[in-house]
């Protein structure tokens, strides 16, 4: 069961919570502090990846008449928009990951990458930003997300258009080696697969590890 009230869906969570004594976190478990700093750490690493992927990507960003890539950031993360985008349709989560990707979006395919990651770790999540005591986390929801950023981060690698290109610059192998993106899909997919072992321990509940082919890799369900 779900305690009310305990949710901002659509929602990013935010950047400093309030410092004090705060009588709710009487009502909270270590569980529940423990999702809340991994959930902060991973929405820390996403905006890493949209600051890095814009600066790679300017074009992007002003597509959607974004002043600068530090507004369209904002606009993701700052915003109360519960993760529609009329530009993206309101697509959100495995969907909006989904248009990223596709040869033929011709929408900013940054936003639409970040949208899908950010919402599909919240819908993980419960949509929840803050956790109680009688929050109910679901680890093969939060094992099922990090697979799926396992398969973003290989097809942002791999992913071209008609003509032979990246769909987004990401990391570049040669005479200057940056393996910055790498580094940090490897950190949200290590603080979701540490927290789905933790609240699987907790719960008792088994979660079913899948193994994929990660080019035929299809998304799995977060909900």
Partial sequence: MTQAGCSSPGTAPSEQRARG????????????RVAER????VFA???????????????????????SAEVAISRIFDEKHRWRFAELGNRR????????????????R????????????????GDREVFYMLDDLEPQHLYNAARNVE??????????????????????????????????????IGLLDVLADVVEDETERTVTRVVQNLTTAVFLPVY
């Fill in 21 to 32: 004594f705060d009588l709710r976190q009487l009502i909270k478990t270590d569980i529940n």
């Fill in 93 to 108: 989560d495995l969907q909006s990951m989904q248009i990223a990707l596709h040869p033929d979006f011709r929408g900013d």
């Fill in 151 to 188: 398969i973003v981060a290989w097809k942002l690698a791999t992913a071209r258009d008609a003509s032979g290109n990246p769909l987004l610059l990401a990391n570049e192998i040669g005479e200057v080696t940056n393996l910055s993106f790498e580094r940090e899909f490897g950190r949200i």
């Fill in 38 to 41: 991994h959930q902060q750490h």
């Fill in 45 to 67: 690493s996403l905006r890493r990846l949209a600051d890095k992927l814009y600066k790679r990507n300017p074009a992007e960003w002003r597509k959607t008449g974004a002043a």
């Fill in 110 to 125: 940054v936003q639409a990458l970040i949208v899908g990651l950010a919402s599909m770790v919240q819908a993980a999540l």
